[in-house]
């Protein structure tokens, strides 16, 4: 069974940075292919980022492009989201997943998630 927590949320200004992290249990984080969903209240959940396995390769979703970057250290088994410039409509409790990243970027099933964590930002 694996574990993700993330960490990292909290309330911030519009145009602050926040850095999220999502620490994984078990020996395999870096065989697989990770990202980030979030899911603000009354709306549909909603793909951010995601990343292959080695790093190699990016996906982000067209809000946050240009902003938001996502990076993996696999000695650590961590997974982060370094959000910049951040918006009002960035709220949202962000989860951290496990998955292919075709699955993570169009919606199909995802193998593990996060409990999530709250990001809030005030304009």
């Known amino acids: 069974q694996v574990k993700l927590v993330e960490s990292g949320g909290g309330l911030v200004q519009a145009g602050d940075s926040l850095r999220l992290s999502c620490t994984a249990s078990g020996r395999t ?31 982000y979703g067209d809000y946050v492009r240009g ?10 088994n961590t997974l982060y989201l370094q959000m910049n410039s951040l918006k009002p409509e960035d709220t949202a409790v962000y989860y951290c997943a496990r998955g292919p990243t075709n699955h993570i970027v169009r919606g199909g099933p995802i193998e593990y998630w996060g409990q999530g964590t709250q990001v809030t930002v005030s304009s």
């Open 67 to 76: 902003r938001f970057t996502v990076s993996r250290d696999n000695a650590n």
């Open 29 to 59: 984080f870096s065989s697989y292919d990770m990202g980030w969903l979030r899911q603000a209240p009354g709306k549909d959940r909603e793909f951010v980022a995601a990343i292959t396995w080695s790093g190699g390769s990016t996906y």
